[in-house]
């Protein structure tokens, strides 16, 4: 009589939930026995069993890595859920309550997003195109408009424990479908984002990477991240970010508690890197920086190693293809004999030369805190290569716990 009611309340759960009335070892009976295809409105705040989500997201996707969702399967579920969602979403085509919906039944299980797709509205044929168009618009201004993405904003606002927010503008597999307008990210999608991000308060880390974001977009975004309570990581990867946006990001430095900002592959020179570097000099929460791939010179880099030498919070600086040469070299031997927080530089693909390379051997002489030197492509030649790599290896035993070090050797 038990299993037949375990079997009636298995096959009418969709409408009589019936679960926490249950024994615990009935429970387990239907939990085990339920259909994954059930709706969502039924099982997302009801089951918190998390076999039943392993289920769910193993018949869903082939690769199933839960570390990156808090080892929770069912966070993994409805992270990953919403993403498709987004990523699938067409403006002015698909529903918008398709996504306002969900937030009832997610928002207490997604603390972090990850969306590298955003479709674009579906293109008008040439004929609607004709009838539809102002003679006193440009067509760049009906392109402008047209191309506009989904607003974030609605959503991620009411998400109260969302963390991480990574984005990139953009089409995947578009094929011979291509076009570069399938890339735009429009001012006004600019501009939808940065209020939205502005009340997410509890944002500790966001990317935005690929979506060539220019100066303009750069400031409008940091105007309203300026005093964020939380924010700790900025990526800002791969974009168009020149010496202006540059300079608005010194600015934030400064008026925040960020700890990692990544600024490579953009369009950074000297005057952005003066900005930066100031702002550097007087900052004390950050930890890592990355400004690989811009063009700093050896005017930006001079300037950073001068910050170096009062900054006391900066483990990590990656300056790889930036243009530098021996006077940045000059510059880093003093920071390497003064600085006692840096553990990690990277000068790979520059033209730092044979002096410059024995000049950052001389600096790094009584360095007992560098454990990363990264000089590769930088024509400093075998010998002094050699050499500090020797001085990083006595480095890198030293920073071992005692209980990793390699016992020493002791006479028979």
């Not at 939930?17 to 969502?40: C, N, Y």
């Not at 690769?63 to 859920?81: A, Q, T």
């Not at 006004?188 to 690929?210: E, M, P």
């Not at 006391?312 to 600085?339: D, M, R, W, Y």
Request: hydrophobic share 35%; glycine share 4%; proline share 4%.
């Amino acid at each position: 009589l038990t299993e037949l009611c375990l079997q009636h309340i298995i096959h009418n759960f969709e409408k009589n939930p019936i679960i926490d009335r249950l024994l615990p070892e009935h429970q387990r009976k239907v939990l085990d026995k339920l259909s994954t295809g059930l709706p969502l409105t039924v099982t997302a705040n009801l089951i918190h069993d998390e076999d039943y989500w392993k289920r769910c997201c193993t018949q869903r996707w082939k690769v199933c890595d839960i570390s990156n969702h808090g080892n929770s399967w069912k966070r993994m579920f409805f992270e990953r859920h919403l993403e498709n969602i987004l990523k699938c979403f067409i403006p002015n085509v698909t529903d918008p309550k398709q996504v306002l919906e969900l937030i009832p039944l997610c928002k207490e299980y997604v603390w972090k997003l990850e969306i590298d797709q955003f479709l674009p509205p579906v293109k008008l044929d040439q004929k609607e195109e004709e009838e539809d168009f102002d003679d006193s618009g440009s067509d760049l201004e009906l392109n402008e408009f047209s191309m506009h993405h989904y607003d974030l904003g609605a959503l991620i606002t009411a998400l109260p424990h969302l963390e991480e927010l990574n984005l990139t503008y953009g089409v995947k597999d578009c094929g011979m479908n291509f076009e570069w307008n399938l890339f735009n990210f429009t001012y006004q999608d600019c501009s939808n984002l940065a209020v939205a991000l502005k009340k997410c308060h509890n944002l500790k880390i966001f990317k935005l990477t690929r979506s060539k974001v220019d100066d303009d977009k750069a400031r409008l975004l940091i105007q309203n991240l300026l005093d964020h309570p939380s924010l700790m990581e900025l990526n800002l990867s791969h974009n168009l970010i020149g010496d202006k946006g540059a300079r608005a990001v010194g600015k934030l430095i400064n008026h925040s508690k960020l700890e990692i900002l990544d600024l490579c592959n953009n369009q950074i020179r000297h005057p952005g890197a003066q900005a930066l570097a100031q702002a550097l000099a007087n900052n004390s929460t950050l930890t890592s920086l990355n400004l690989r791939l811009n063009c700093v010179e050896d005017e930006g880099g001079q300037a950073i190693g001068r910050a170096l030498l009062t900054n006391t919070t900066l483990k990590s600086i990656h300056l790889g293809s930036n243009e530098l040469s021996e006077p940045t070299a000059t510059l880093f031997c003093q920071v390497l004999a003064q600085n006692s927080t840096l553990t990690s530089i990277n000068f790979s693909c520059n033209h730092i030369g044979l002096d410059g390379g024995k000049q950052l051997l001389e600096g790094l002489m009584d360095n007992k805190i560098l454990t990363e030197f990264d000089l590769r492509l930088a024509e400093v030649g075998q010998e002094s290569e050699y050499l500090i790599n020797q001085i990083l290896w006595a480095n890198q035993e030293r920073a071992r716990p005692k209980s990793l070090q390699y016992p020493s050797s002791k006479p028979l």
